[in-house]
């Protein structure tokens, strides 16, 4: 077997805008990952509740607060481009 050794960049060598462009990228990674499974576990849980309403508040919650870190970290990531692009002349 022909296997080649694993090669890690450091991120901080690189410039300020180009490391949170690549923090953002594995944020948005790891989201993209997450997301289902917390969306499934407060369908599970509104299924399960049995007309519960704290149940059905809770997982109203949960999926509330999954939109609001997607547009959150979405939005950051957008915004942070578009000024690494209005200003790259200056970094």
């Known amino acids: ?11 901080i060598t690189r410039s300020l805008p180009d490391f ?3 923090v953002f990228n594995e944020l948005l990674k790891i989201l993209w ?9 407060a369908a599970i849980t509104i299924i399960t509740s049995r007309g519960e309403p ?3 508040q809770e997982a109203k919650k949960i999926i509330f607060w999954t939109f ?3 547009a959150l970290i979405v939005g950051g990531s957008t915004l ?3 000024l690494i692009s ?6």
Do not use: E
């Open 68 to 70: 609001f870190t997607v």
């Open 54 to 56: 704290a149940k059905i």
């Open 80 to 82: 942070l481009q578009m």
């Open 33 to 41: 990952v997450l997301v289902p499974f917390v969306l499934m576990y």
């Open 1 to 11: 077997m022909n296997l080649k050794p694993a090669i890690f960049v450091n991120p």
């Open 20 to 22: 949170l462009i690549a």
């Open 86 to 91: 209005a200003f790259r002349g200056l970094f």
